[in-house]
């Protein structure tokens, strides 16, 4: 028999539930159609911009804030790295507040919290736009059952950093940057070589905007 399932990969549910492969067909989530690539001049990213008092560069992470989404990793790796090489990017993210995560604690232990922009609930309208100014997309997220962030800034052209486990290089496949999402330096160390090498951000890009071809929900 098959398992039809969208919210998991294949990978989650052999290590998880101990499925047979054979008896698994997965049915996998996909990226909406008004996710594209957009100029980085366009004139929604420009108000958004403004609205949301986003920085010129930045590197983004979307999602709700909880522990699963391991945000007080990512913000002492982004601090670690701004501090070795004092780049111009700052970290904004964006998602409601969700439960069990002190922000006022998290950012009370990083250095550059001038550099930290939580701009809360963004409109699916807008999540394109915001991708598309991204210089680089940082997900380094402790469970995921998809993943499906990872596609939509793969379709909007943005370079994606993730993490090694769960269903998330099923998803990234070969167009991203894997990290061990429990190591602080690992990340900070990923960010910083990332950002060090436009040429392999520029192949990661048409690397991704490959991948997402192989989802679809048609």
């Known amino acids: 028999y098959f398992v039809a399932i969208s919210a998991f990969t294949k990978r989650e549910l052999v290590d998880v539930l101990g499925v047979d492969p054979k008896n698994i067909y997965v049915v996998p989530c996909a990226v909406p159609a008004h996710y594209d690539s957009q100029s980085k001049g366009t004139a929604r990213l420009m108000q958004l911009k403004q609205t949301c008092h986003l920085p010129e560069h930045y590197l ?5 804030q909880n522990p699963r989404k391991n945000l007080q990793r990512l913000l002492l790796a982004y601090d670690k790295a701004v501090g070795r090489e004092n780049f111009p990017h700052h970290l904004v993210i964006a998602g409601e507040q969700g439960w069990k995560f002190n922000r006022e604690a998290c950012l009370a232990s990083i250095k550059n919290k001038d550099k930290v922009h939580f701009i809360g609930f963004v409109s699916d309208d807008d999540m394109p736009a915001l991708y598309s100014g991204a210089t680089i997309f940082l997900f380094p997220t402790l469970y995921e059952g998809f993943g499906i962030p990872v596609l939509e800034a793969q379709m909007c052209g943005t370079p994606v950093l993730t ?25 900070a160390l990923a ?26 929900w048609v």
């Open 191 to 216: 960010i910083t070589q990332a950002l060090q090498n436009p040429a392999a951000l520029q192949d990661l890009i048409q690397k991704g905007f490959e991948n997402v071809k192989r989802y679809s």
């Open 60 to 64: 983004l992470f979307v999602g709700n």
């Open 163 to 187: 993490s090694n486990c769960t269903s998330l290089p099923e998803v990234g496949g070969d167009a991203a940057i894997y990290v061990d999402p429990y190591q602080v330096e690992d990340i």
